[in-house]
C-alpha cells in the first residue's frame, strides 16, 4: 500500500498572552435567538479550520498578524454577534447576548519554515493544539468567546492561520462568509460583497411543532451508544486521499452505466469499508448520516444569500451490518441516493419540530458514521493578500464525523481527503478491507498516518 508518508518533526510554539478584540465602531447591544437547527445538541461544540500561507515576497515587511487583527475587528462591525456569548433559555433554548465583550485572538511564532512540516499540515494535522491554542475557559458554550483567531509565524515568512468558531453560530458556509468578508475589508473593501444576514427565525420550530417524518438520525440503540463510547477515548486518525485513479478503480465496481456523484459513490464505499472494519454482528444495526445544505434546494424559497446560520440537515440512512458488508456497492449507493431524493421542506420542518419537542437531542451514536462535504467550504481560497492557501480546511475528524476536503497530493494532482477515527485494530482492518477492494487494482490509494 503506498502512503504519504512523513516523519512528524517536533515544533515549539510561543504564544503572546490571548487579546479581545471588538468591533471598531460601537455595534447593537440586544439578545438574538438562534434557529431550532442552530441549537441542536450534536453541534453544541467549536469547529475548527486550517489554513496554511508560502511566503510572498510582495507582502515584506508586513505582519500577518496585526493585519488579520485589524481587519477583524472591522468585520466584527457586520458581524456583531460573534463578539457577543451565549445564554441559556427556557428549554436549552440558546440566545446571543450581543454584549461586544469581543473575540479572542493569539499571536505566535513558531521556530520551524512552512515547508519542513509537509504534508503534516494536512488532515490530521498533528499541530492542530500549537496552532489553536486552547485558551483555559474558552471552549465552553455559555459565557465564552464565540470566535477564537490564533495567526502563527514562521521563520521562512509563512503562517497559519487557524480559525475556532462555536458551532451552534455558523456552518462551514458561513465561516466561509465570514472569512471572504475579512479578507475583502483587510484589502481596501468599505463594506463585504455579500452583508450578513441573521434571520434565524426562518428555521425556527412550527406552532404548534409535529413530528410527520421518520427520522433514523435520532435513533438510539443504549448498548449500542454505551459500545462506542466504550472505545471513543481510544481513537486514531489516518486520511486517505481519493484522486481520479482511486476513484476510477472504485467506479469499476459498479454495474457499466450506473449513475451517482463521485461523493456519493465514495460516501457508500468508505461506509462499507468502515463497517468491514469494525467487525460488528451480522444483525448490528449500522447509521449513516449524510449532511445536507438547505441553501438553494428543499425550501420552497432560498435563504438569503447572506445568511450565515447553519443550514442543513443529517438524514440518515440504517442496515444490518451483515447486508451492507456482504452486498455489492450499489446497495450503499441506493440508500444514499433515496435519503436525498426524500428530502423536502416537510422533512426540515419535521426535524425542526422534533429539536423542540424532544428537547434538542444529539445524533446517533448507535455505530454511526457521519459525514460532512466541506469540498466547496472555500477554505483553500481565502486570501489575506498573500495568496491563496497551500492548504486550507478543517484539521482532522471529530469522533464519529469526518470530513472531506479538496487537496492536492505530491504530484499536484486534485482530490478528496478525508480523515477517519477508528480504534487501532479497527484502522488497521479498514486498511486491509481497502487494499483488498482496490489496490489490487492500482499502484496505490494514498494514506497520511498520523495518531
Not at 513558531?110 to 493544539?129: F, M, Q, R, T
Not at 453560530?169 to 468578508?181: C, R, W
Not at 478491507?433 to 487494482?441: G, K, Q
Request: aromatic content about 8%; glycine content about 8%.
Amino acid at each position: 500500500m503506498a502512503r504519504m508518508a512523513h516523519n512528524t518533526m517536533p515544533i515549539s510554539v510561543t504564544h503572546d498572552k490571548p487579546k479581545l478584540v471588538v468591533p471598531s465602531i460601537v455595534t447593537p447591544h440586544e439578545i438574538k435567538q438562534l434557529s431550532e437547527i442552530d441549537d441542536q445538541g450534536s453541534i453544541r461544540f467549536h469547529v475548527s479550520v486550517l489554513m496554511f500561507y508560502k511566503y510572498n515576497s510582495s507582502m515584506e515587511g508586513k505582519d500577518p498578524a496585526k493585519i488579520i487583527k485589524n481587519g477583524l475587528s472591522k468585520t466584527l462591525v457586520f458581524y456583531y454577534p460573534l463578539a457577543g456569548r451565549l445564554i441559556e433559555g427556557p428549554n436549552k433554548k440558546l440566545m446571543v447576548n450581543c454584549n461586544g465583550e469581543g473575540v479572542l485572538f493569539i499571536e505566535a511564532d513558531a521556530n520551524v519554515e512552512l515547508e519542513k512540516l509537509g504534508d503534516s499540515i494536512k488532515p490530521p494535522c498533528p499541530y492542530l493544539d500549537l496552532l489553536l491554542h486552547n485558551v483555559p475557559g474558552s471552549d465552553g458554550m455559555i459565557g465564552c468567546p464565540l470566535l477564537l483567531i490564533q495567526v502563527t509565524r514562521f521563520i521562512c515568512g509563512g503562517f497559519a492561520v487557524g480559525f475556532r468558531v462555536n458551532h451552534t453560530m455558523m456552518d462551514a458556509y458561513g465561516i466561509k462568509l465570514f472569512l471572504n468578508a475579512l479578507s475583502e475589508l483587510i484589502q481596501g473593501a468599505s463594506t463585504p460583497s455579500i452583508l450578513p444576514v441573521w434571520q434565524r427565525d426562518i428555521l425556527s420550530a412550527r406552532s404548534p411543532p409535529s413530528i410527520t417524518c421518520t427520522h433514523h438520525e435520532f435513533d438510539e440503540q443504549i448498548e449500542s451508544k454505551i459500545a462506542w463510547e466504550s472505545i471513543e477515548d481510544k481513537l486514531i486518525q489516518q486520511s486517505f486521499f481519493f484522486g481520479n485513479k482511486e476513484m476510477e478503480v472504485i467506479k469499476n465496481q459498479l454495474p457499466p452505466n450506473y449513475g451517482c456523484t463521485k461523493f456519493e459513490l465514495l460516501v457508500a464505499f468508505l461506509w462499507k469499508c468502515r463497517t468491514i472494519a469494525l467487525d460488528l454482528h451480522p444483525e448490528e444495526i449500522v447509521h449513516l448520516t449524510y449532511l445536507i445544505n438547505i441553501r438553494r434546494k428543499l425550501l420552497n424559497f432560498e435563504l438569503p444569500s447572506g445568511y450565515y446560520g447553519n443550514a442543513f440537515i443529517t438524514p440518515t440512512a440504517i442496515s444490518k451490518a451483515g447486508l451492507l458488508c456482504s452486498n455489492p456497492l450499489t446497495y450503499a449507493i441506493e440508500m444514499i441516493k433515496k435519503l436525498k431524493d426524500h428530502m423536502n421542506e416537510e422533512y426540515i420542518k419535521s426535524v425542526t419540530d422534533l429539536i423542540v419537542i424532544k428537547g434538542r437531542p444529539e445524533l446517533s451514536k448507535s455505530w454511526n458514521f457521519i459525514i460532512s462535504d466541506n469540498r466547496s467550504g472555500g477554505f483553500d481560497k481565502c486570501d489575506f493578500g498573500w495568496g491563496e492557501p497551500i492548504f486550507g480546511g478543517v484539521p482532522k475528524a471529530v469522533s464519529l464525523i469526518s470530513f472531506g476536503v479538496p487537496v492536492k497530493n505530491e504530484s499536484g494532482e486534485k482530490g478528496i481527503l478525508i480523515a477517519i477515527s477508528l480504534p487501532p485494530l479497527a484502522m488497521k482492518k479498514f486498511q486491509e478491507v481497502v487494499y483488498n477492494l482496490t489496490l489490487r487494482n492500482m499502484e496505490g490509494v494514498n494514506i497520511i498516518s498520523k495518531m
